[in-house]
Each structure stands twice: as structure tokens, then as C-alpha cells.
């Protein structure tokens, strides 16, 4: 019973943080609709290309979590092999990365107090 | 009228009064808690102090001179021996002053007699107050339980919502200070000084609190019981320096402890006594000696102050502003300067030794770090992750914009805008001064990553007075031993007010033209 009333608290934490989310990414244009459709590579593409990324010294993506409901981690799966494996996807994700990369490089540069 | 402070202050007598028909009255207290104050103490320790305050009229402003009354106060009994020997004295026609005895049973029968209007009544939690009572004297006061305690009495819980009159406001006000002096009685008589400041500034913040939620006016006997607790904090910040420098080497408890213990101790006595050293300017609680020597131990205070979690920023903090204000504005931008450094360093996000967010104690921090290691987890921290957050950072950063740091600003830029800054906004204006705030937010701030010197200029020096009691306003140390009690009330707008209320004291402004 204990362990019930747990995850029923749990799922109501859950629900209302991702709520909140939700409005106010919805505000700022920052949530992409599929309307029914199901989660495909485009859907994810258009994602990334939303959000804001930090790389580290190497390059690399840093700080990029992903949070799946449980009966989508196999269609999320499948996703993300089809961007790696699909060469016309692959070639869109590797220009996107290098697009946020230069953002990135170009918001470091200009890290600096002015006047 | 008066009581001792253990200070340059002396009279000779424990307590001076005047009772309700003008009579100057001399007291001397004594404590043998619980037992019989026997014939050989009395002959050795009280009888030349008692002939003292017999003999001697009271040295004090407004009295002629011309007669006293002497009582001799115990909190236990006395032995039938003495009773006779105060009796011969009284009988001494050399002495003009006739010493009355009150004893532990005086006392409790009056206790009695003024208990409702004496003991706090609202007194729900009386297992905290038990287990404050009974807690080890010589660790830190366990301040949640005063603060829960403190809160019951003077209505600040929510479910608080009843006007409070203002006769009912003064009872629970002195009802709300005499627990506190019961509560940590126990600290007191160990000799606690930092458990006895903290406890009794939680009291007045509380006390300014309930004022300020209440609408009420520190005045009559509200004014008076602040005033006093005011002076036991005095007190107890001289006790403590008096201690400092019968200790030099500042060794206390078990030596196998002192590597972990000594840096937040030094830490905490360089805030401590800057406070004092403030509050001695106003209220002259040292004598010229020793308040020169407190003011060298602060120019070059141990060189073994630690910054072991953010809380131990607050009273680094309250010592740069004393330097500040004393002449010292070179060491006081380079120690800022450090401070500010070492933060924003130790929390950058990839930093594996961040600090500690200042709502962790030093015990809670060194848990963490000399308890079993359990990859990061710890019983009251869990696996709370602090790297690239702060809660000090702006506040010291602000500080160093306000002296007109703009080179080192600059150079610090890159790493204090990639931090998240935090601060907990409290709703109403009396949420400040209570230990942990009813309702609130936590907001996170993210500098854009090019900012303009002007507008930080504009904000470090943007004060907002609404956002505290206005009666905080005209208490600025009290302020700054609150931060020491409660290290996440530095915040960026604290600090500024407390700056702007010293250079008002000061006459001056220690704000630095842009050295552009």
C-alpha cells in the first residue's frame, strides 16, 4: 500500500513538473506538435535544432538528456538508428551539430563584460 | 537600570533597578542550581562581595548616592549557617545597606503567581523545547528547534492568521525572550558564546518578523526585551573575544578533531568579532585597550580561515566590509577578490569539489566529506549536485562592482556568467527574518553571456528596502549575525542594504569611482 501511494505521488510530482514545462516552453516556441503523428527522425531533428547546445573542449555535445515515456523507448530507439544510419538524415544531423557548434563558439566569443 | 556585562561597564553589582517607590536597588546573583549554597562558599566567594555591595553606594548615572537596598539572589537554598551569617552582617552598623536573601523558592513562587502572564501559553511543542534544553551545551545550537519554538509564540505559522492585540503582542514578545534565556541556559552556563549570539539574534529577527507581520511598533516593553537581548548578544560577542585572547593559538575540544574543525572555526570568530568590532563603535563594549587589540587581530586575523561550503562566505563577507569601513580598502578588494575567485572557481559546472550550497552546515558539509564514502551520497545532502551553482557568487561579485573592480570583473566574467545564481525570493517582506520562509520562490539566473558594466554597475548598487522590515533597515550588525546564523539570507540585495546603511553611519561612501 506504502508502495502505491509512493508512485501515485510520484506520477502527480512527475505530471505537474512536466506541466509546468510545457507552458512555459510553449510560451517561448519551444515545443515541437506531432498532432497525432507518430515520433520520427524530423521530429527529433527539429528538436535539436530548437535547443540550445554546449560542447566541450573536444567539440562534443555536452549536457543532453533524453526523457522518453516507457512504451516510446523502442520507437526512440529506432529513431535514433535511422538518423545514424540513413545517410540523407545523417548528413542533416551532422550539419545541424555544426551549426550549433559555431553558435556555441560564437556565444563563447562573445562572453565577455563590456562598456 | 542596569546589568553586568562582562566589560569595561562595571558597577560592582550584578543588576541595578529602582523599584515602584523610587528605591535604588543592588543586586548580586548567584547559582547553585538545585542544591544548598553551604557556610564555607558563602565565607570564601559571596561574603566580601556581598560586604561590597552593602558598603559600597552604586556607581551609576542619575543616582544621589544617599541609600540603597541589597538583595542577594540564588537559584538554590541556602544553608541555615548562612542565613545567620547574613543576619550578623546585617547587624553590622558599619554597613548602611541591609542585604535581603531570595532563594529558589522566591523565585518559583513567583513564577507561579505571574505564571500566565510570564510563560509562554501558545507553548504547543514542549518535546522541542525539552530536547533543546537537553541538548550537548558545548555543540551548536540546534537552531530549527528555537526557531519552531520562537515562531509558535510569536505567531508566525501559517495557520497563524489571528489579530494579535498589543498588550497580547508585548506578553508573548518578553514570553518568547524568557524562553530563550531558559532554553539555552545550559549553553550559557558552558560558556557557549557562539550558541548564546546565535539564539538570541534569532530571537530579535523572529521578534522584527512578528512586528512586521503584525503591524505592531517596537515600543514599551517589546523595545526594552529587544534592547536586552541586544546586550546579551554584546556581552556574549565580548566574552568571546576575551576568550580569543586567553587562547591565542584558538585550540578548543579534542586536538585529534582540530585539521578539520579549524577552519571553520577561524572562519566563523573573523565574522563573529568584525560584528563585534561594529557594534563596539556604537555601543562602547570594550575598554581602549582591548579594542585595539580586537582591531589589530582584525587587520591580521588567522591565516587559517577556510571557505568549506557557501555558507562560510557570510562572514568572510562581514569581514570585508569591516576592513572596508576601517581604512583597509586595498586588503579588503584583495581578500574580495580571492573570495570571489575561490567560489565561482569551485562551482564551475565541471568542478568535482564544489561547495556546498549555503542552506548545508559545516556539520552536515564535513559529514559528507569524512563520512563512508558512498559515491556522493550523503544522509542529509543525498546526491545533490552544487557544480555549476551559487547562491554567493552574485552577492560577492556585486561587491566587487560596487568598489569599481572592473578589471578583475572582466577576467572573472568568463566563468560567474556560465554559473546558475540563485536566490530565494520570499513573498512578504517579514519571510526574511525567519529561518526557513513559509512561501517563496527560488530563482535561477542565467547571465547572457555579454553584459554591459554599466547595467551591473546600476544593479549592485540597486537597493530594495521593501523586500526586508523596515525595522532591519536601522539594524544593520543585526543584520549581518543573521547572515552568520542564516548564511542564505546574503543575499545581493542584504548586502547592498547593508553596505548603504553603514556609509550612511559612516558618513562616507566606500564605493569606488569606475576605474574603468
Redesign the interface.
Known amino acids: 500500500m506504502i508502495e502505491n501511494l509512493a508512485d501515485e505521488m510520484a506520477r502527480d510530482m512527475s505530471h505537474h513538473m512536466f506541466g509546468s514545462i510545457e507552458k512555459t516552453l510553449d510560451e517561448y516556441d519551444q515545443t515541437v506538435h506531432l498532432h497525432g503523428q507518430p515520433l520520427g527522425p524530423e521530429a527529433v531533428l527539429e528538436m535539436l535544432g530548437k535547443m540550445r547546445m554546449d560542447f566541450d573542449d573536444a567539440g562534443n555535445p555536452v549536457g543532453l538528456s533524453v526523457i522518453v515515456p516507457p512504451q516510446l523507448s523502442e520507437r526512440w530507439e529506432w529513431v535514433v538508428q535511422q538518423i545514424h544510419e540513413d545517410p540523407v538524415l545523417r548528413k542533416k544531423y551532422d550539419e545541424l551539430i555544426e551549426q550549433k557548434r559555431g553558435e556555441w563558439r560564437d ?2 566569443t ?6 | 537600570m542596569h546589568s553586568t556585562r562582562h566589560t569595561v561597564l562595571e558597577y560592582g553589582k550584578d543588576v541595578i533597578a529602582v523599584n515602584p517607590d523610587g528605591e535604588w536597588c543592588a543586586y548580586q546573583l548567584k547559582g547553585t542550581p538545585g542544591g544548598k549554597l553551604g557556610l564555607t562558599e558563602f565565607r570564601s566567594e559571596i561574603q566580601p562581595q556581598l560586604i561590597q555591595l552593602m558598603s559600597q553606594p552604586i556607581v551609576f548615572p542619575g543616582y544621589d548616592g544617599d541609600h540603597h537596598r541589597s538583595f542577594l539572589v540564588n537559584n538554590g537554598e541556602y544553608q541555615e549557617e548562612v542565613i545567620r551569617a547574613v543576619d550578623d552582617l546585617n547587624r553590622n552598623p558599619s554597613l548602611t545597606s541591609k542585604v535581603t536573601l531570595i532563594a529558589r523558592g522566591d523565585l518559583l513562587d513567583w513564577c507561579k503567581r505571574f505564571g500566565v502572564a510570564l510563560w509562554p501559553s501558545e507553548l504547543e511543542d514542549t518535546k522541542a523545547l525539552l530536547e533543546l534544553f537537553l541538548s550537548d551545551p558545548k555543540d551548536t545550537l540546534p537552531i530549527e528547534k528555537l526557531s519552531t519554538l520562537l515562531e509558535q509564540i510569536l505567531s508566525l505559522r501559517e495557520k497563524d492568521t489571528r489579530k494579535v492585540n498589543s498588550q497580547e503582542f508585548e506578553r508573548r514578545v518578553t514570553s518568547a525572550a524568557l524562553l530563550t534565556g531558559i532554553a539555552t541556559s545550559a549553553f550559557a552556563e558552558s560558556e557557549n558564546h557562539l550558541a548564546i549570539i546565535s539564539a538570541w539574534t534569532l530571537f530579535l529577527v523572529t521578534a522584527i518578523a512578528s512586528i512586521e507581520r503584525h503591524q505592531k511598533r517596537s515600543k514599551g516593553a517589546v523595545e526594552r526585551t529587544m534592547a536586552l537581548a541586544e546586550a546579551a548578544i554584546g556581552d556574549s560577542l565580548a566574552m568571546l573575544w576575551q576568550e580569543v585572547q586567553d587562547k591565542p593559538d584558538l585550540v578548543e575540544g579534542s586536538p585529534l578533531a582540530e585539521p578539520e574543525v579549524r577552519g571553520w572555526r577561524h572562519t566563523t570568530l573573523v565574522g563573529l568579532l568584525s560584528t563585534l568590532a561594529f557594534h563596539d563603535e556604537r555601543a562602547c563594549y570594550l575598554d581602549p585597550e582591548t579594542r585595539k587589540r580586537l582591531d589589530a587581530w582584525l587587520r591580521l586575523p588567522p591565516v587559517a580561515c577556510e571557505i568549506w561550503g557557501e555558507a562560510a562566505v557570510a562572514p568572510l563577507a562581514t569581514w570585508v566590509y569591516w576592513l572596508l569601513f576601517h581604512g583597509e580598502q586595498t586588503k579588503a578588494k584583495t581578500e574580495l577578490l580571492a573570495i570571489a575567485t575561490t567560489l565561482i572557481e569551485r562551482n564551475h559546472p565541471k568542478s568535482s569539489s564544489a561547495l556546498a550550497s549555503p542552506y548545508y552546515t559545516w556539520q552536515e558539509v564535513i559529514a559528507k566529506i569524512i563520512g563512508p564514502n558512498c559515491e556522493g551520497w550523503s544522509p542529509v545532502m543525498g546526491k545533490e549536485a552544487f557544480a555549476g551553482n551559487s547562491y554567493m557568487a552574485e552577492p560577492i561579485f556585486h561587491m566587487l562592482v560596487r568598489l569599481g573592480m572592473k578589471k578583475e570583473c572582466k577576467d572573472l566574467w568568463r566563468l560567474f556568467s556560465i554559473l546558475g545564481h540563485h536566490v530565494c525570493l520570499h513573498d512578504e517582506p517579514w519571510q526574511f527574518c525567519v529561518l526557513k520562509m513559509p512561501t517563496g520562490a527560488n530563482q535561477t539566473r542565467i547571465y547572457p553571456a555579454t553584459y554591459s558594466w554599466e547595467v551591473l554597475q546600476e544593479e549592485a548598487h540597486a537597493a530594495s528596502p521593501t523586500n526586508t522590515p523596515e525595522l532591519m533597515h536601522s539594524k544593520p550588525l543585526l543584520q549581518s549575525l543573521w547572515w552568520q546564523v542564516a548564511p542564505y539570507r546574503f543575499t545581493s540585495a542584504s548586502s547592498t542594504l547593508f553596505s548603504c546603511a553603514m556609509e550612511s553611519a559612516s558618513g562616507g561612501c566606500h564605493s569606488s569611482a569606475d576605474e574603468g
Request: aromatic share 0%; proline share 0%.
Open positions: 556565444r563563447e562573445a562572453r565577455k563584460l563590456v562598456g
